[in-house]
């Protein structure tokens, strides 16, 4: 059998390694990935075991690295990434690491300070340039003002204006843009209204020097009389983070400064542009080393993490662990093992020695990148029990063809088989590129090969439906033939519809007289093709997909039971077999099995249409002991009466073997077992009887302390649990095979929900387009194209998929799981450095 | 709200969203057994490996060593923040106005901080980092200028929402210290009487379970008022007019406070609740003796706690954010214990679950 049948075996192993070659030991079972370690010391605390300076080490070193990596994010420096995976370098090269990382942070950061200082400078300055430039405008503005005004009303040489405008202040600054309407009012509000502000824009956008971010700025120049009102100005200013400069009175100051400002402006952004080749030229550096620096360092980390999950044995100076490993692999863990000690030099051998306990094993199936994503739907319902049959390979072939019959349809089962394909044939790039951070795609790419059964599966059933977009293909030619009815040119012409009489001689081709004759055929493989024109389509399926749906379930769950006698025979479980598998097999036989029979039986040899027996009223009639007759339409075969009174009887006498049989056996077994220990406890207390009482009282302890020991039961539980369980089960099973085998009607009702829609959307929307005429036919089929397309794609593809998938999954994990599968084991969890590396395993 | 008070039929409409994840958020609400481990650390990088391993999870690491209790206070306070401001951003309606009323406290709280730092001739850029991030708004930095509350008034705080809680402490005088208390409580009064009638108007589950808490948190300031008082030079008829008029205390409770003279008095005044009675019995400063104020503490934490029990409320938001306060002063408590090597007292925090 193929390893996927059943789980892995498993055992416990417990590892002896010296202290100095257990951190190299470690290092090798990571990078094979095999075993999992278990916690030895569940009780001591994070921060009391042995490693936890050197985990704290490795964060330290992780913060600097991360450090490292937000600021290459910071100037978009791609890493670097050549597929290296290095190995977790030795203890004694983490300081090496360290020293190097501490250095890289200190430069990287005297380098960010540098530059911050020169940035600030750099944009004092340009806001400077600003408000030079700015009030420069303002003033001349003002000037222009005050001269028209003056000619107006006033002489200008008049002594009062000259004084006003001597005591008249004024600050200039920068402010952010957001803040100056609430710096408008609160500067209003504060000062009365004695202050005159005028603001402008600064059009280029000014970096701020701490974040980096783009920030938008206006100057503004307030106009103020007398002191106390300067004081309130400036602190409302610093309030509200709004920067003052000092900008002069005459404009041939100004203009002075201005030209300072600009060389100096000049001077700071080459001193700016050498900073940032530096730090450039560093963090390229960076971005070489800084994935495999990632890797190291996460890997030391882990391995302490694993370290302090072991046994420190201080007098013989060796660490115990304690882990599980697939016994298949004990020789490669060994050659680990053999290798780690080797490498770091040690004398003495690191040992491995198997354990024997009571404990479950953890369940590890091997998958592959075509099994994992079937393994995955049924560990999505419950990682199986140790051992028990895992229904996953099965799955591979039942999933995709259940999930077809709902979804089949030729040209649908294309297009899915295409995207599955490509998906399939393009994996290298796809997974190439890695993260693409879509829980959602990741989940498609997944399903891959899923995907890729599933659409050839559909364009198989769809074949058999004889389905395509909802049109037929007449591959082998119809057997109906319509010329020999004989319609006269009147009743052809005003006839929408027309009856074909398959008993008229020539019609059906298949008719059983031909047929047996051989001169005619029925449509041979599928869905005669003229169904698809006939009115009565619907009626004609309905039959044939509802019978055909509880056959194929009547099927699935047989086999199920099958792997049930599986699952019992290799746990050696002969009382489970006889007073449980039996019966129920003989159940579900008589009461689906029978129905199943009669289908078949009524499909092969029933030939005149006219006279067809009603299976459902026989069914009926069957339970209330009512004899089948031709009248009613329940007759079928001679005898018929005899087997069906059989049947009911075996069902009937099943279910108090189902219910009361193991329950029973296990009732006798423990009463002979108690008599036993009581006839051994009689023998002994009957020595005891002419000793001291004390001694006998201990003697009794003793004794059965003893029973005790040599028949462990801890699995024992109390009868009348026992006999509930039973009587649920025994409920549960009755009762699922017939709400099971009818849960499997979904199978037709969603392929009959599919072929409808796909009609419709056919018969609505393309045919529309198909039955114009010409010149304007062409085209509208061609915009109705687009429409019929978008449709098929997203009504039918996706969300028809959608649904069956989900109907095919529930079919699985319900109806035919709960026949074997008890889904009651927990998953194997390796310590492997890939899946810590990937960030799928937190610490 | 209205005629016919079905609030709790459309609340998941507007709020399930964020009250579900509130008491996700409460889920991860530190518990004894994680305090019990934290107490038994023996630096703060224990420590911090330990909060590791809550919810907290990273929230240090990109701190570096060593650490102090600074840094943890700031990452603390930073966490609950971008809680709170992540439930504001996404509040609709009547949950917006009721986070605002949360953030309103600490408005108060920062205004106070900042007019008494300039009094005292602190730096603005000294002041700053001191102030909560919950209570920061545009205008809040230019208080500095006022002189006196009619000033602060007219030209600051009529913009922002604490304006109408303005409106009974206007007067030309000029600030001086005592003078800040009065209008602290004064604000502190106007706004948990506002916050007492917004959630009564709510009604339902909300008016329920956040009168009882408001109505508590006026007692314990009326309580604290009057003790905090003796031997100072405030009056006692200005000392009546701080007290908030609502809670259990409120009438009668508050005129017999309002002439209470010594603890003793304030006692008796309490006595005569069954749920205040307990809070006063065996207090005291020593070393295994609880102080009024943990007691205090404790019966806030038991309410917020409490509030949890009810669904379709706006309490949840009230009560976790005061749950991840009472939390954050546990955490630091314990890290300062720690980080001071004074660990006698280290088992003086209020556990929440």
Same mark, same amino acid.
């Not at chain 1, 910071?74 to 370098?89: F, L, M, R």
């Not at chain 1, 003033?139 to 003002?145: C, G, Q, S």
């Not at chain 2, 208080?143 to 304006?163: C, E, G």
């Given at each position: 059998m193929?390893?996927?049948f059943r789980s892995e075996q498993m055992c416990l192993?417990?590892?002896?390694?010296?202290?100095?070659?257990?951190?190299?030991?470690?290092?090798?079972?990571?990078?094979?990935?095999?075993?999992?370690?278990?916690?030895?010391?569940?009780?001591?605390?994070?921060?009391?075991?042995?490693?936890?300076?050197?985990?704290?080490?490795?964060?330290?070193?992780?913060?600097?690295?991360?450090?490292?990596?937000?600021?290459?994010?910071?100037?978009?420096?791609?890493?670097?990434?050549?597929?290296?995976?290095?190995?977790?370098?030795?203890?004694?090269?983490?300081?090496?690491?360290?020293?190097?990382?501490?250095?890289?942070?200190?430069?990287?950061?005297?380098?960010?300070?540098?530059?911050?200082?020169?940035?600030?400078?750099?944009?004092?300055?340009?806001?400077?340039?600003?408000?030079?430039?700015?009030?420069?405008?303002?003033?001349?503005?003002?000037?222009?003002?005050?001269?028209?005004?003056?000619?107006?009303?006033?002489?200008?040489?008049?002594?009062?204006?000259?004084?006003?405008?001597?005591?008249?202040?004024?600050?200039?600054?920068?402010?952010?843009?957001?803040?100056?309407?609430?710096?408008?009012?609160?500067?209003?509000?504060?000062?009365?209204?004695?202050?005159?502000?005028?603001?402008?824009?600064?059009?280029?956008?000014?970096?701020?020097?701490?974040?980096?971010?783009?920030?938008?700025?206006?100057?503004?120049?307030?106009?103020?009389?007398?002191?106390?009102?300067?004081?309130?100005?400036?602190?409302?200013?610093?309030?509200?983070?709004?920067?003052?400069?000092?900008?002069?009175?005459?404009?041939?100051?100004?203009?002075?400064?201005?030209?300072?400002?600009?060389?100096?402006?000049?001077?700071?952004?080459?001193?700016?542009?050498?900073?940032?080749?530096?730090?450039?030229?560093?963090?390229?550096?960076?971005?070489?080393?800084?994935?495999?620096?990632?890797?190291?360092?996460?890997?030391?980390?882990?391995?302490?993490?694993?370290?302090?999950?072991?046994?420190?044995?201080?007098?013989?100076?060796?660490?115990?662990?304690?882990?599980w490993?697939?016994t298949?692999?004990?020789?490669?863990?060994?050659?680990?093992?053999?290798?780690?000690?080797?490498?770091?030099?040690?004398?003495?051998?690191?040992?491995?020695?198997q354990v024997t306990t009571e404990e479950q094993p953890p369940t590890?199936?091997?998958?592959?990148?075509?099994?994992?994503?079937?393994?995955?739907?049924?560990?999505?319902?419950g990682v199986s029990t140790y051992q028990e049959v895992n229904p996953?390979?099965?799955?591979?072939?039942?999933?995709?063809?259940?999930?077809?019959?709902?979804?089949?349809?030729?040209?649908?089962?294309?297009?899915?088989?295409?995207?599955?394909?490509?998906?399939?044939?393009?994996?290298?790039?796809?997974?190439?590129?890695?993260?693409?951070?879509?829980?959602?795609?990741?989940?498609?790419?997944?399903?891959?090969?899923?995907?890729?059964?599933?659409?050839?599966?559909?364009?198989?059933?769809?074949?058999?439906?004889?389905?395509?977009?909802?049109?037929?293909?007449?591959?082998?030619?119809?057997?109906?033939?319509?010329?020999?009815?004989?319609?006269?040119?009147?009743?052809?012409?005003?006839?929408?519809?027309?009856?074909?009489?398959?008993?008229?001689?020539?019609?059906?081709?298949?008719?059983?007289?031909?047929?047996?004759?051989?001169?005619?055929?029925?449509?041979?493989?599928?869905?005669?093709?003229?169904?698809?024109?006939?009115?009565?389509?619907?009626?004609?399926?309905?039959?044939?997909?509802?019978?055909?749906?509880?056959?194929?379930?009547?099927?699935?769950m047989l086999f199920g039971l099958t792997l049930a006698l599986y699952n019992h025979i290799y746990f050696k479980d002969r009382l489970s077999i006889i007073c449980e598998w039996i019966p129920q097999m003989i159940f579900i036989w008589c009461i689906v099995g029978?129905?199943?029979?009669?289908?078949?039986?009524?499909?092969?040899?029933?030939?005149?249409?006219?006279?067809?027996?009603?299976?459902?009223?026989?069914?009926?009639?069957?339970?209330?002991?009512?004899?089948?007759?031709?009248?009613?339409?329940?007759?079928?075969?001679?005898?018929?009466?005899?087997?069906?009174?059989f049947v009911v009887l075996m069902i009937v006498f099943c279910l108090p073997w189902m219910l009361l049989a193991k329950p029973a056996v296990i009732y006798y077994r423990r009463r002979q077992k108690a008599n036993r220990s009581q006839r051994n406890y009689n023998l002994a207390g009957g020595e005891m009887a002419d000793d001291v009482p004390i001694i006998e009282q201990d003697q009794l302890d003793v004794e059965s302390n003893s029973i005790q020991q040599t028949e462990p039961d801890p699995d024992e539980k109390d009868f009348s649990e026992i006999m509930i369980l039973q009587i649920i089960h025994t409920i549960e099973f009755s009762l699922n095979c017939i709400?099971h085998?009818?849960?499997?009607?979904?199978?037709?009702?969603?392929?009959?929900?599919?072929?409808?829609?796909?009609?419709?959307?056919?018969?609505?929307?393309?045919?529309?387009?198909?039955?114009?005429?010409?010149?304007?036919?062409?085209?509208?089929?061609?915009?109705?194209?687009?429409?019929?397309?978008?449709?098929?794609?997203?009504?039918?593809?996706?969300?028809?998929?959608?649904?069956?998938?989900?109907?095919?999954?529930?079919?699985?994990?319900?109806?035919?799981q709960s026949k074997f599968y008890k889904g009651q084991g927990y998953?194997?969890?390796?310590?492997?450095?890939?899946?810590?590396?990937?960030?799928?395993?937190?610490? | 709200?209205?005629?016919?008070?079905?609030?709790?039929?459309?609340?998941?409409?507007?709020?399930?969203?964020?009250?579900?994840?509130?008491?996700?958020?409460?889920?991860?609400?530190?518990?004894?057994?994680?305090?019990?481990?934290?107490?038994?650390?023996?630096?703060?990088?224990?420590?911090?490996?330990?909060?590791?391993?809550?919810?907290?999870?990273?929230?240090?690491?990109?701190?570096?060593?060593?650490?102090?209790?600074?840094?943890?206070?700031?990452?603390?306070?930073?966490?609950?923040?971008?809680?709170?401001?992540?439930?504001?951003?996404?509040?609709?309606?009547?949950?917006?106005?009721?986070?605002?009323?949360?953030?309103?406290?600490?408005?108060?709280?920062?205004?106070?901080?900042?007019?008494?730092?300039?009094?005292?001739?602190?730096?603005?850029?000294?002041?700053?980092?001191?102030?909560?991030?919950?209570?920061?708004?545009?205008?809040?930095?230019?208080?500095?200028?006022?002189?006196? &509350? @009619?000033?602060?008034?007219?030209? !600051? %705080?009529?913009?922002?929402?604490?304006?109408?809680? $303005?409106?009974?402490? *206007?007067?030309?005088?000029?600030?001086?210290?005592?003078?800040?208390?009065?209008?602290?409580?004064?604000?502190?009064?106007?706004?948990?009487?506002?916050?007492?009638?917004?959630?009564?108007?709510?009604?339902?589950? &909300? @008016?329920?379970?956040?009168?009882? !808490? %408001?109505?508590?948190?006026?007692?314990?300031?009326? $309580?604290?008022?009057? *003790?905090?008082?003796?031997?100072?030079?405030?009056?006692?008829?200005?000392?009546?007019?701080?007290?908030?008029?609502?809670?259990?205390?409120?009438?009668?409770?508050?005129?017999?406070?309002?002439?209470?003279?010594?603890?003793?008095?304030?006692?008796?005044?309490?006595?005569?609740?069954?749920?205040?009675?307990?809070? $006063?019995?065996?207090?005291?400063?020593?070393?295994?003796?609880?102080?009024?104020?943990?007691?205090?503490?404790?019966?806030?934490?038991?309410?917020?706690?409490?509030?949890?029990?009810?669904?379709?409320?706006?309490?949840?938001?009230?009560?976790?954010?005061?749950?991840?306060?009472?939390?954050?002063?546990?955490?630091?408590?314990?890290?300062?214990?720690?980080?001071?090597?004074?660990?006698?007292?280290?088992?003086?925090?209020?556990?929440?679950?």
């Amino acid at each position: 059998m193929g390893s996927l049948f059943r789980s892995e075996q498993m055992c416990l192993a417990q590892l002896y390694l010296q202290s100095e070659a257990a951190f190299a030991c470690v290092s090798k079972l990571g990078e094979l990935g095999l075993v999992s370690f278990t916690d030895l010391n569940p009780n001591v605390n994070a921060f009391q075991r042995k490693f936890v300076n050197d985990v704290r080490r490795c964060d330290e070193m992780e913060r600097k690295l991360r450090f490292l990596e937000r600021e290459l994010k910071k100037d978009q420096i791609g890493v670097y990434d050549n597929g290296d995976n290095p190995p977790a370098p030795a203890p004694r090269e983490m300081i090496e690491l360290e020293a190097k990382f501490e250095k890289l942070e200190n430069d990287m950061k005297e380098i960010n300070t540098n530059q911050e200082a020169l940035k600030k400078n750099f944009l004092e300055l340009t806001e400077m340039k600003q408000i030079l430039m700015k009030a420069q405008h303002f003033f001349e503005e003002m000037d222009r003002f005050d001269t028209t005004e003056d000619e107006a009303l006033i002489d200008p040489n008049t002594p009062q204006t000259v004084a006003a405008a001597g005591k008249l202040g004024f600050v200039a600054g920068v402010i952010l843009r957001s803040k100056l309407p609430s710096f408008e009012r609160v500067l209003w509000r504060a000062c009365r209204g004695n202050v005159f502000l005028r603001h402008a824009e600064i059009e280029m956008a000014l970096e701020d020097p701490v974040t980096g971010d783009v920030v938008n700025k206006s100057v503004f120049i307030i106009f103020f009389q007398g002191d106390q009102l300067r004081n309130r100005v400036q602190k409302i200013c610093e309030g509200l983070h709004a920067t003052l400069y000092p900008c002069p009175d005459t404009s041939n100051e100004r203009r002075e400064i201005a030209i300072g400002v600009m060389t100096r402006i000049e001077d700071l952004q080459a001193v700016l542009n050498q900073t940032e080749d530096h730090r450039h030229l560093v963090l390229t550096q960076v971005a070489l080393n800084i994935r495999v620096w990632f890797i190291k360092v996460r890997k030391i980390k882990a391995i302490y993490h694993t370290l302090n999950l072991f046994n420190v044995n201080i007098a013989e100076k060796c660490l115990i662990a304690q882990c599980w490993c697939p016994t298949n692999d004990l020789g490669k863990i060994q050659d680990a093992l053999r290798y780690g000690t080797e490498v770091s030099g040690s004398s003495v051998a690191s040992i491995l020695q198997q354990v024997t306990t009571e404990e479950q094993p953890p369940t590890y199936n091997r998958t592959n990148m075509f099994t994992e994503s079937f393994q995955g739907i049924i560990d999505a319902f419950g990682v199986s029990t140790y051992q028990e049959v895992n229904p996953a390979p099965f799955t591979i072939i039942t999933f995709p063809f259940l999930f077809a019959v709902m979804f089949g349809d030729f040209g649908h089962g294309l297009l899915m088989l295409v995207f599955g394909l490509v998906l399939v044939i393009r994996e290298k790039f796809y997974l190439a590129q890695k993260s693409a951070d879509s829980e959602i795609w990741d989940m498609i790419f997944g399903g891959r090969y899923m995907i890729l059964f599933m659409g050839f599966f559909s364009m198989y059933t769809g074949f058999l439906y004889n389905e395509c977009f909802s049109r037929s293909f007449n591959v082998f030619g119809s057997s109906w033939n319509v010329s020999a009815m004989n319609f006269d040119a009147v009743t052809l012409g005003n006839a929408s519809a027309l009856d074909l009489d398959p008993v008229t001689p020539g019609v059906y081709r298949g008719y059983p007289d031909n047929y047996i004759n051989g001169s005619g055929y029925p449509y041979p493989y599928g869905m005669d093709p003229i169904w698809q024109s006939a009115e009565n389509k619907i009626t004609f399926q309905n039959s044939y997909k509802m019978k055909s749906s509880i056959v194929l379930g009547f099927a699935q769950m047989l086999f199920g039971l099958t792997l049930a006698l599986y699952n019992h025979i290799y746990f050696k479980d002969r009382l489970s077999i006889i007073c449980e598998w039996i019966p129920q097999m003989i159940f579900i036989w008589c009461i689906v099995g029978y129905l199943c029979v009669i289908i078949l039986f009524k499909w092969i040899t029933w030939k005149d249409p006219a006279s067809a027996p009603s299976l459902l009223i026989g069914l009926i009639n069957m339970f209330m002991f009512t004899a089948p007759s031709k009248a009613d339409g329940t007759f079928l075969y001679t005898g018929q009466s005899t087997v069906q009174i059989f049947v009911v009887l075996m069902i009937v006498f099943c279910l108090p073997w189902m219910l009361l049989a193991k329950p029973a056996v296990i009732y006798y077994r423990r009463r002979q077992k108690a008599n036993r220990s009581q006839r051994n406890y009689n023998l002994a207390g009957g020595e005891m009887a002419d000793d001291v009482p004390i001694i006998e009282q201990d003697q009794l302890d003793v004794e059965s302390n003893s029973i005790q020991q040599t028949e462990p039961d801890p699995d024992e539980k109390d009868f009348s649990e026992i006999m509930i369980l039973q009587i649920i089960h025994t409920i549960e099973f009755s009762l699922n095979c017939i709400s099971h085998t009818a849960s499997y009607l979904r199978l037709w009702a969603l392929s009959l929900a599919h072929s409808e829609l796909s009609e419709v959307l056919w018969t609505m929307v393309m045919h529309i387009g198909l039955s114009m005429a010409p010149p304007a036919g062409p085209i509208v089929t061609y915009a109705v194209f687009w429409f019929f397309a978008v449709l098929t794609v997203g009504i039918l593809l996706v969300m028809e998929g959608l649904s069956a998938f989900l109907h095919a999954l529930r079919l699985h994990w319900v109806e035919f799981q709960s026949k074997f599968y008890k889904g009651q084991g927990y998953a194997f969890l390796p310590f492997s450095f890939e899946s810590i590396i990937q960030g799928r395993v937190d610490e | 709200m209205g005629l016919f008070d079905f609030a709790e039929v459309g609340f998941n409409v507007d709020n399930g969203f964020l009250e579900g994840l509130t008491r996700g958020f409460k889920n991860g609400v530190l518990c004894k057994e994680d305090y019990r481990h934290l107490t038994q650390c023996d630096s703060l990088e224990d420590l911090k490996l330990h909060l590791q391993s809550t919810t907290y999870g990273n929230f240090l690491a990109n701190e570096p060593s060593p650490l102090t209790v600074a840094v943890i206070d700031d990452r603390l306070r930073e966490k609950l923040v971008v809680e709170f401001q992540f439930l504001r951003n996404h509040a609709y309606k009547e949950l917006a106005t009721f986070l605002d009323f949360i953030k309103y406290s600490y408005m108060i709280d920062n205004i106070i901080l900042l007019i008494t730092g300039t009094l005292r001739q602190r730096q603005l850029s000294e002041l700053l980092p001191k102030c909560h991030p919950l209570g920061i708004f545009d205008q809040m930095e230019t208080v500095t200028i006022a002189n006196s &509350t @009619a000033d602060l008034y007219n030209a !600051i %705080l009529v913009d922002s929402p604490l304006a109408p809680f $303005f409106k009974d402490c *206007i007067s030309e005088e000029d600030l001086d210290e005592v003078n800040i208390e009065v209008i602290r409580n004064t604000l502190y009064k106007a706004y948990l009487e506002a916050f007492y009638d917004w959630c009564e108007g709510c009604g339902g589950a &909300t @008016a329920e379970v956040m009168c009882e !808490i %408001l109505g508590f948190e006026a007692d314990r300031r009326s $309580f604290i008022i009057t *003790i905090n008082s003796f031997g100072t030079e405030l009056s006692k008829e200005d000392r009546a007019k701080l007290y908030p008029r609502r809670g259990k205390l409120y009438p009668d409770g508050l005129t017999e406070l309002a002439r209470a003279d010594d603890y003793e008095s304030v006692k008796r005044v309490a006595e005569h609740y069954t749920e205040y009675r307990k809070l $006063f019995d065996g207090t005291g400063v020593g070393i295994g003796e609880k102080t009024l104020e943990d007691k205090f503490f404790e019966h806030e934490v038991t309410m917020n706690v409490n509030s949890f029990m009810q669904q379709f409320q706006y309490g949840v938001f009230y009560s976790f954010v005061k749950l991840r306060e009472q939390e954050c002063r546990n955490v630091i408590w314990i890290s300062e214990c720690i980080a001071q090597r004074h660990r006698s007292k280290i088992d003086s925090y209020i556990p929440i679950f």
